[in-house]
């Protein structure tokens, strides 16, 4: 496979996992022109893989947390419904589930990095606890007390009455 075509097959998929793990469409973007950019280099050996995508998707997950690890940056949380895919027509109060989604984000901007890629990678790219094991470099034990520690996180936040937004009182 040429590089060219991986990365048109696999940018879009790309871009929503660096927007999941970066909480902001601009850095996850240069996220993924950095990664991009390295696999470039690198493409003899990654295309010769039976997975590219693992490997690219695993090379974004670490240059996500060692630029956190790097540099503290301050964000302003946006939302993430163009990512959502095509609206459909449904009769739903779109404001409320708008509301309840942007909260989520919000929370979930606020776990530690590793954290962060241990949910996304668990829950957005369906990953199991050795393959996100593989990815971070870590032990599966690892993965699940990440796991359980942010879910506890995102569960403490949504139990305490005084996060609660109005559109979710009702």
Request: with cysteine; glycine share 4%; charged share 25%.
């Amino acid at each position: 496979m040429r590089f060219e075509d991986f990365a048109q097959a696999r940018l879009p998929a790309l871009l929503r996992c660096a927007a999941l793990l970066c909480g902001e469409r601009e850095s996850a973007r240069d996220l993924v022109q950095d990664v991009l950019t390295k696999s470039l280099v690198r493409w003899r050996r990654i295309g010769a893989l039976d997975e590219p995508y693992a490997y690219v998707r695993a090379m974004l997950t670490n240059e996500f947390l060692s630029q956190r690890r790097r540099r503290r940056v301050v964000t302003v949380p946006l939302t993430f419904d163009a990512l959502d895919g095509p609206a459909v027509p449904v009769q739903r109060d779109y404001a409320t589930d708008a509301a309840a989604r942007e909260a989520m984000w919000q929370r979930l901007a606020t776990l530690p990095p590793q954290q962060r890629a241990t949910v996304v990678l668990r829950y957005y790219e369906g990953l199991s606890d050795p393959e996100i094991a593989d990815v971070l470099g870590c032990r599966p034990a690892t993965v699940r007390s990440n796991a359980a520690r942010a879910l506890a996180a995102l569960r403490v936040e949504l139990t305490d009455p005084s996060l609660v937004t109005e559109g979710q009182q009702q």
